[in-house]
């Protein structure tokens, strides 16, 4: 099976720059998801690594260093509307995916 | 538009009495995966399915069952609900494709079980 470790919560200003670890021991692992779940809604998909390196979608990038059985969600120029909770998923075999705890980011003005 | 239904959207139940979320995609997506979230837990995977007729128990199994008889239906049953089983659901599908593996979710059900 896998488990996944991330802090549970990070505040930061608008503008400023968060980056959210998740760390996963785990057997079988294909590749790191990150989700996004804004209060009372559902999570969405934000990025998927299956190999190392840097995946960039506009203000958002993900890492992944399967050597290092670690990952990363970097959130550049805050806004506001980034205030939500972050899930790192470990993929595995048939699409199966074992989620982090979530991590709440809270911007403030 | 795209998208994951689920139904009902707030249940209300007593101890026993047998309940099932419906799920739908319209999107033609072979992978199918419920999940419970609960305060401090996060998200929990119960039961997913990788095509029709073909499902596996996730981590949280117990108390549940699931069938896919047809590609975009995957309904999520509780024969003798319990309050333990008070949750936030989600329904998710994913086409698993490419370099696509991310899950498209649906709007949760809440469910109470007294």
């Known amino acids: 099976g896998q488990s996944l470790e991330q802090p549970s919560e990070v505040t930061a200003v608008e503008g400023a720059i968060v980056q959210i670890n998740c760390t996963y021991q785990?057997?079988?692992?294909?590749?790191l998801s990150w989700y996004q779940q804004h209060d009372g809604g559902a999570p969405t998909f934000l990025s998927y690594?299956?190999?190392?390196g840097l995946e960039e979608t506009g203000r958002f990038s993900s890492f992944l260093s399967r050597s290092d059985s670690y990952g990363y969600l970097l959130l550049q120029e805050l806004q506001m509307k980034d205030s939500a909770s972050y899930f790192c998923?470990?993929?595995?075999?048939?699409?199966?995916?074992?989620f982090g705890g979530g991590t709440r980011v809270l911007v403030k003005p | 538009e795209a998208q994951v239904t689920q139904n009902p959207r707030y249940l209300i139940t007593v101890t026993g009495k047998k309940l099932t979320v419906t799920c739908s995609q319209n999107?033609?997506?072979?992978?199918m995966s419920w999940y419970r979230q609960d305060p401090g837990l996060g998200l929990r995977q119960i039961y997913y399915?990788?095509?029709?007729?073909?499902?596996d128990k996730g981590d949280v199994p117990e108390g549940y069952k699931v069938s896919r008889k047809e590609k975009r239906n995957f309904p999520l049953i509780l024969e003798s609900p319990s309050p333990n089983q008070t949750s936030l659901y989600f329904c998710?599908?994913?086409?698993?494709?490419?370099?696509?593996?991310?899950?498209?979710f649906g709007s949760g059900t809440r469910l109470t079980v007294v």
């Open positions: 998710a599908s994913s086409s698993g494709g490419g370099h696509n593996y991310g899950y498209t």
């Open positions: 785990t057997s079988g692992f294909y590749g």
């Open positions: 690594n299956a190999l190392d």
């Open positions: 998923a470990g993929r595995a075999a048939g699409n199966k995916l074992t």
């Open positions: 999107m033609n997506h072979e992978y």
């Open positions: 399915s990788m095509n029709v007729e073909v499902t």
